[in-house]
């Protein structure tokens, strides 16, 4: 069992930066493919960024590219997402999410098994 606590949303304005980040409990966080989602009112939870546990390999939506930094710290079981360049677009409950220990790339959020209780950043205009 993996549980996930995120931490450090809020609100900011627009072009602001904003680090959030997500504590695990359990010892395979090391050899575990992380992600972050976002989900706003009404629509569907969107991929955000991941990083893959074999060196820490990162990916992300095309919407964030350039502008979010996905990272991870496995001696603290920490994964963060540094925001800059923040857009009122942006604004959305973050979700921290695992895969299976030793699982590799996946923007699709069916195939994480645990999720945080979400943390929300508001950008504001």
């Known amino acids: 069992q993996v549980q996930l606590v995120e931490s450090g949303g809020g609100l900011v304005q627009a072009g602001d930066s904003l680090r959030i980040s997500c504590a695990a409990s359990?010892?395979?966080?090391?050899?575990?493919?992380m992600g972050w989602f976002r989900q706003t009112p009404g629509k569907e939870r969107e991929f955000v960024a991941a990083?893959?546990?074999?060196?820490?390999?990162?990916y992300y939506a095309d919407s964030v590219k350039g502008r979010f930094t996905i990272s991870r710290d496995n001696a603290k079981n920490t994964l963060y997402l540094q925001m800059n360049s923040l857009k009122p677009e942006d604004t959305a409950v973050y979700y921290c999410?695992?895969?299976?220990?030793?699982?590799?790339?996946?923007?699709?959020?069916?195939?994480?098994?645990?999720w945080g209780q979400g943390t929300q950043v508001t950008v504001s205009s």
């Open positions: 990083i893959h546990w074999i060196g820490s390999i990162t």
């Open positions: 999410a695992a895969r299976g220990p030793r699982s590799g790339y996946s923007a699709s959020f069916n195939d994480y098994q645990y």
């Open positions: 359990g010892r395979t966080f090391s050899s575990t493919t």
